[in-house]
Structures are given as C-alpha cells and as structure tokens.
C-alpha cells in the first residue's frame, strides 16, 4: 500500500509559478513510476508529466516548456515545478504513483487526495 499527500497548490496570477510537492510513504518509491495528473471542472483526467524510476520524463504537449517534473528518491517525494501558469491550468492536481507487476497482470495505481490550482487575476 501507498500513501501520497500532495501540497503545493493555490492561486496565482498568470505567468506565475508553483511547486507542488508530493509524498509518498509505503511501498518502494524508487522503483515506481510516478507522475501528476489534472482534472478541471467537466473534463477528464489528464496526463500533465510522468517520471519513471530511471529518470525519463514524459510532458504534455500542452505544459512543455512551462513545466518540469523531477524526483527526490531519498525523500521519495515528486515535484511538479510550474511557470508562466495560463488561466487554463486551473485544475484539481493529482499524484500518480503506477506499480507495474508481470506480464499479464494489471498495474497497480494509488493516487493522491488532489490539490486545488486556480490561475486567476
């Protein structure tokens, strides 16, 4: 079982910048995928950036350029470093840690509680 607490969020201004924290207890952090999604009022769920445990990223088309993921295995912590915020990275923030198994058997996924991002003047 893991646990993740996210922190972080808030409100900015456009063209600000947050850190959003996340971290994770249980399990083997460094051994795991990682990643932080966002989901805005009516839509889905999105990818924002991923993390795996031999440091390849994987950015949004839509945040690339403006935000950078990276990983503290020793605090097993994952951070999201965001600049220049648009009012259209408002959203809920979610931390995804994604536990493959073997073939044949279905990853295991444990998210965090969410936190609130609200680009706004």
């Known amino acids: 079982q893991v646990q993740l607490v996210e922190s972080g969020g808030g409100l900015v201004q456009p063209g600000g910048s947050l850190r959003l924290s996340c971290a994770a207890s249980g399990g083997i952090f460094s051994l795991y995928t990682t990643g932080w999604y966002r989901q805005a009022p009516g839509k889905q769920r999105d990818l924002v950036a991923s993390i795996t445990s031999g440091d390849s990223t994987n950015i949004a088309d839509s945040v690339k350029g403006r935000f950078t993921i990276s990983r503290d295995n020793a605090k097993n912590t994952v951070y999201l470093q965001m600049n220049s915020l648009k009012p259209e990275d408002t959203a809920v923030y979610y931390c995804?840690?994604?536990?493959?198994?073997?073939?044949?058997?279905?990853?295991?996924?444990?998210w965090g509680q969410g936190t609130q991002v609200t680009v706004s003047l």
């Open positions: 995804n840690v994604n536990i493959k198994r073997g073939v044949g058997t279905p990853d295991i996924d444990y």
